[in-house]
């Protein structure tokens, strides 16, 4: 049996690792850059770290005592993952620099060919090709016409000069406020160009001392003990966003007001910086010193609207030229888009585009029906807003191994989940989505075309029963 894994990032070197260690010899993973990483490789701004507490986003496989911060930067988690890959055998496996272009279904196979024309045919396709990945470009008039540097946060140019420059950055997600910390310092000006303020949690980032470190290496179940505890803590905040009326998002809201209200000393600043909407209804910035940052008399909170783009810099609505010398786009991603442009043609000839329109679905976003043994990790409506995408990323390819197990074991050729199954998780999750907090009345990511939460919508307990067994009703065995 041929498995092909798309992919090098977080959940790809997961799934290489798990197909090794039961037994799989024979597959490729594909990953489309020179370096495995996946966002942790594409993203190199300034500021870069997860906000989730390193000892939880690690494989629950190979923690390690050795991370820096409670939020370790984003070189640090590249490296892990590059050395994780290595001591597992990973890197001999992964076809480096081809991208996948087409994945085409037939004769009870999936026939693959990449950007550099190879072909492969495999029995299984494992597409961890990752959430946020294609950079969404804002629509303003005259962007091509700056003159200075301009980059996407996720293409960051190192060759542009920060220090004692004027810096100009669209947009307030987590993104801009990590940059906005990073740089404050270096530039001669910082203007932060907000279309929405944002809910601010402060969360302190202390090192790991020495001490600790040595302590986490010498006692393995004090490290396990802090991964579970982590864990645990952040089921609060997975089960608080699913119930906008939980007594836990009332606690985060005051903990952001706090925030807001203690450390913006100026009354108009802090209006400005108050959002109209309710907190975690955005995804939930974490920063501990994002407001000390823009406080700065470096740093200027631009909230009058962008008008246009001009070789100079921007040109906001009130007719003020903010001239700069480098503008940084951190204006998201496409979240929508998954594994496309990639072409994949399921059974009878039935494409991705087709079953994806309007808009991308998959059963417990890992199946998608008339696509047999093609399997997503992180694929669409899972958890990306709540829990940690490592661990979502682990319990969903231990689910997908028991499909797996059933070809290996003869009991079927073809594995995808039935249109009512599908149908049914839907139905279900639109109707769940409506108790959630992302739908109280903002503009985010995490909606669709038609204003519904893409996301997993119940607790992380329901996640885990969910996926503890394969519900074998749900699916087509032929
Ligand atoms: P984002 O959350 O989608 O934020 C994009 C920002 O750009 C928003 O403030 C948006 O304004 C603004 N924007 C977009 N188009 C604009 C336009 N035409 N004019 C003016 N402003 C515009 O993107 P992100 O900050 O890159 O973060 C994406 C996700 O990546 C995060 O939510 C998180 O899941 C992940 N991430 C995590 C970390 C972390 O671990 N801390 C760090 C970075 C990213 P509006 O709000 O008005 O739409």
Redesign the pocket.
Known sequence: MRCAVIGAGMAGILAAIKLNEAGYRDFTVYEKASRLGGTWRENTYPG?????PSHLYSYSFALTPDWSHRFSPGPEIQAYFERVAEEHGVVPRIRFGDAVAGCVFSDGKWHLTTASGHRDEVDVVIAATGV?HHP?Y???DGLDTFDGAMFH?ARWDHGAQLDGARVGI???????V?IVSAIVDRVAKLSL?Q??AQWVMPQENPAYTYEERAAFREQPEKLAGLHQNLSDMFDIFANAVVDSESAEIKMIEQACLANLENNVHDPALRERLRPEYRAAC??LI?SPDFYDAIQRPEAELVTEA?ESIEPRGVRTKDGRLHELDVLVL????KADAFMRPMEVVGRNGMTLEQAWSPRPEAYLSISIPEFPNFFMLNGPNGPVGNFSLIEVAEIQFRYVMQLIERIRAGECREVCATRDALADFEHAREQAAQRTVWVTGC?S?YLDDLGVPAVWPWSFVRFLEQWKAADLRAYELA
Do not use: E, H, N, Y
């Not at 870069?48 to 989730?52: F, R």
């Not at 669209?170 to 801009?176: C, E, F, R």
């Open positions: 870069l770290s997860c906000d989730v946020l969404k804002p629509d303003i946060s669209i947009g307030t997600g987590s993104t801009a990590q160009f279309r929405t955005k995804r974490i962008i951190a204006t998201g991603f503009r990511w």
